[in-house]
Structures are given as structure tokens and as C-alpha cells.
């Protein structure tokens, strides 16, 4: 949690960007795993209401009456039967204090207040997610939860999205203490990982790292030899030599996150052929750094990477023709499906829930929402100081995508199905770092890098004395 200054200050400005009406920001509640009690923990507070009300406990919603400058948090204070089994919690107006505002009330009041005072009035929300937040609103509002989406505020989304997209000094103190656990995460992977052990064993590992050393995982970690499934979880199977294991994973810490990526040899040494994709990849990372920074289109910066790509697959015989045709007809996507990167802070995704074509685009920059990879595009605006992006280039063979193509001819001037078909067995690779946009380009954050280029990952690895 920040300085009482910094809520006061951000919902000042929220303010101001929206103009006028009512603001609730609803927080979410515990949500049940199996029976009500049994919930999943811990509990992950929604970013948007963290952002502007800070608290975390459950049962929360924040409002913020522009008209007449008055600022709320409503929810129940919990009783001594709560107490018993969860401990002392903070009642609602010292929760509210903590975080400099004035006004609070019960839940049952908010119902009365919108009802009342507040009926007659625009009542901006956004999006919502959560199945249970869906009926809070359906009850509070009317609005069934099929319309939901629709009827939230639009200018409340692109005031959220513009506050929360610029990273404070703070918050990116907070990505750095998460990236420095990130690197915990994935050298001990790096140095786990041999033939014989699971997949399982090895994620379990990592992702109790992130639960000892941070709040947790910031998403369901992707670890597995078949790093051509994109979300590929970790199954019981063993490692075997020769193959590769791409470990995609990262934490939340102090409510901020970090998501890295790494493929490394599960032998420790590369082969000739995984060094072949591996290099072009580790290329296209570089290249992205390189050139990212203020005023320079994200959306730019993925096909520039992906002519790279382009160019050195030809090399290998894997794709043939006009580079830049190629790149137009959307034959690369055969191996990279996916943007080059997404927006990080609170949420790994940042700010996906309200709407990707407000957080990744702007007037300028529209998504291409017709072809195959390029329409998963999350991140294709003009950078500016202060963002957060991923950079996360892959190369990937999936085999039924190979034989989808190769079937119906798709982008059959671009590529090489006769060689596609002797990389079946492959897999996938994917390098993934977290990057701040600064004033005059870019640098990563953490400030220990984790192995990536080859020789490092096979040096590091052999640091393993088993
Ligand atoms: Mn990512």
C-alpha cells in the first residue's frame, strides 16, 4: 500500500478526467473454491479499485460522487464471530481513513444511496469480470449482466487506462522488487531441470517460490516441453534429453507483477538445430529493445520483429518469397501467433478486463482483428514514458496448425511445408523480459538479468552440481 497522498491524489485526478456523474469502483470479494468457506487464497483484490482505494479486504465497494466532491467506502464491518476465525480486521471508516476518505457507510446503504440521491445521476463502472460482481450490479443497477459490458462507462475506462498505463516512480519500484523475485523464480528452474524430473516438480518449485518470496503467482505458470502450446501447464511427464522446456512464469508482489520467460535445453546444451531457432528468436528480443521508446509504435516494432524473423527463416529454408510479402500475407504467424508483448503493472495483462482496444491502441493505431496472429495483438500503440511492456518474441511448431496450412495451401508461397514437416517435433521457444519505456528508449527491469543468450543459459545450468 502507497502514502494516504497518492489515493487522494489519483481519485483528484480521476476526477477531473471524467468530469461529472458518480464513480463505483466495486471490490472483490472471497471466491469460493469448492464450498463457500473454502475459498481461493489469497484473495486477489480487484487492480482498479487497489489503484484508487488501496484496500484489499473483501466486501468493499468505493464510490466517488464528482458533483457534489464526495468520496465513500462502503461495506459491513465484520462481527467477533468473524474475529474468532479470522483475526482482528480494521473496521470500514478506519480502512477508509487509511486511504483519505471521509465518507462510509454499510452496504445496504449504497443500494438506498443509488437509489436515492444518486438516481438521477450518470453512474460510471467498468466492466466487470467476476460472476458475483455481475449480480452486485444487476441488483444495484438493474442492468442484466448480458448488457453489462456495453453499459459501462466508457469515460471512465479511458480515464483508468490513461492514469494507470504511465507507471509512478513508486509502482515501478514495486515492478523491480517483483522482477528481482521473478529471477528467483526462473533460475532455480533453470538450475532444476534435467532429464528424469516433471514437469510438475519443477513448476511446483517455482511457483513456491513465488509464494514464499511474494503474494504469489501473477498467472497460472506455463511450464512444459511442448512450449509450442502457448498456455501449456505442467503435466506429469518426465523431462527427457534433447527436448526443450519452456518456462513462462512470474509473481505478484506489493500488488504489482512481473512475467518472464525462458527455454532452455532440458540436457543443458543447446543443439545445433535448437540453437538455429533459439538464435533468431534471442535476435528478435534484442531487436525489440533496441529500438523501443517514446513515440515509437508498438504494432511497428512486432512486424519490423517479425521481417526479422521473416528473413532468417528463410535462411533456414523453413519460409521462401518476398520478405515483406510475406509478412503482409501473414505467413510468419505460422510460428509466431501472438503480439510481441502486452502492457504489465497490477495486472499481468494489464488492464485486459476493460478492453484491450483501450489499453492497446489508440486513434492511430487500430488492431487487425481479420488475420490469423495478428489479430492477438494486445499491445500496437505509441509508446510513452513511464509504460510497461513485455517483450516476448517466440518461434513455435505446432503440428496441427502445420498440417491445417499445408492442407489448404495457406500462405504456400511463403513456406516450406516439406521442411515444416521435419521440425514437428520441436517445440516451441519463447524469450520473455519486462521492460520500462524511458524518457529516450527502454531498459529492463530487475536488476539481475536471467540467463538468455545460449552460452549463459548452458554455463548457468552447468553450475548445477547434481
Ligand atoms: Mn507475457
Redesign the pocket.
Same mark, same amino acid.
Given at each position: 500500500m502507497f502514502s494516504k497522498d497518492t489515493y487522494i491524489r489519483r481519485r483528484q485526478e480521476l476526477k477531473k478526467l471524467v468530469g461529472k456523474g458518480v464513480i463505483v469502483l466495486f471490490g472483490n470479494n472471497d471466491s469460493p473454491a469448492n464450498y463457500p468457506a473454502n475459498a481461493y487464497a489469497p484473495m486477489r483484490q480487484d487492480s482498479s479499485f487497489l489503484y484508487y482505494f488501496g484496500q484489499h479486504r473483501d466486501g468493499l465497494v468505493g464510490v466517488i460522487d464528482i458533483d457534489n466532491d464526495e468520496e465513500w467506502l462502503f461495506g459491513d464491518d465484520i462481527d467477533v464471530e468473524d474475529i474468532v476465525w479470522m483475526g482482528f480486521t480494521p473496521s470500514v471508516a478506519d480502512l477508509a481513513a487509511e486511504v483519505g476518505v471521509k465518507k462510509t457507510a454499510p452496504m445496504k446503504d449504497l443500494t438506498k444511496m443509488v437509489n436515492g440521491q444518486w438516481s438521477m445521476v450518470n453512474k460510471h463502472f467498468l466492466p466487470p469480470y467476476r460472476f458475483d460482481i455481475k449480480i452486485q450490479i444487476m441488483d444495484l443497477l438493474g442492468i442484466h449482466p448480458s448488457k453489462q459490458k456495453e453499459a459501462a462507462s466508457l469515460d471512465l475506462i479511458k480515464a483508468v487506462v490513461k492514469m494507470r498505463a504511465t507507471k509512478e516512480p513508486q509502482e515501478i519500484e514495486a515492478i523491480e522488487r517483483a522482477c528481482e523475485v521473478g529471477y528467483a523464480m526462473h533460475t532455480t528452474a533453470q538450475l532444476l531441470i534435467r532429464p528424469g524430473v516433471t514437469e510438475r516438480f519443477v513448476a511446483g518449485q517455482v511457483d513456491g517460490i513465488a509464494r514464499s518470496l511474494a503474494q504469489g503467482n501473477s498467472f497460472a505458470t506455463i511450464f512444459s516441453q511442448h512450449g509450442e502450446i502457448m498456455h501449456g501447464n505442467p503435466s506429469g511427464a518426465k523431462l527427457e534429453e534433447g527436448r526443450l522446456a519452456l518456462c @513462462?512464469a512470474g509473481c505478484e508482489l506489493d500488488d504489482y507483477c512481473s @512475467?518472464h +520467460?525462458r527455454t532452455m535445453p532440458v540436457s543443458g546444451k543447446f543443439t545445433q538445430r535448437q540453437l538455429e531457432i533459439y538464435s533468431i528468436v534471442e535476435a528478435c528480443h534484442d531487436y525489440a529493445i533496441e529500438v523501443a521508446k517514446p513515440g515509437v509504435k508498438y504494432m511497428d516494432v512486432h512486424f519490423a520483429v517479425c521481417r526479422l524473423m521473416t528473413e532468417r527463416l528463410k535462411e533456414l529454408g523453413l519460409m521462401k518469397g518476398d520478405t515483406d510479402e510475406a509478412v503482409a500475407a501473414g505467413a510468419h504467424a505460422m510460428f509466431l501467433p501472438h503480439g510481441l508483448?502486452?502492457m504489465m503493472g497490477m495486472d499481468?495483462h494489464d488492464m485486459e478486463g476493460l478492453g484491450q482496444i483501450y489499453v492497446g491502441f489508440d486513434e492511430e493505431t487500430r488492431p487487425n482483428l481479420e488475420q490469423f496472429g495478428t489479430n492477438c495483438l494486445r499491445m500496437g500503440r505509441k509508446l510513452e514514458e513511464g509504460f510497461v511492456i +513485455?517483450d *516476448?518474441p517466440g518461434i513455435y511448431f505446432i503440428p496441427q496448425l502445420i498440417d491445417e496450412w499445408k492442407a489448404s495451401g495457406h500462405c504456400k508461397e511463403f513456406l516450406n511445408f516439406d521442411k515444416l514437416e521435419t521440425y514437428k517435433d520441436f517445440g516451441g521457444i519463447r524469450i *520473455?523480459d519486462d521492460i520500462l519505456i524511458t524518457k529516450d528508449g527502454c531498459r529492463f527491469l530487475g536488476t539481475k538479468r536471467i540467463p538468455y543468450h545460449p552460452k549463459d543459459v548452458e554455463e548457468f545450468m552447468a553450475t548445477n552440481n547434481q
Open positions: @513462462d @512475467d +520467460t508483448g502486452h499481468v +513485455t *516476448e *520473455e
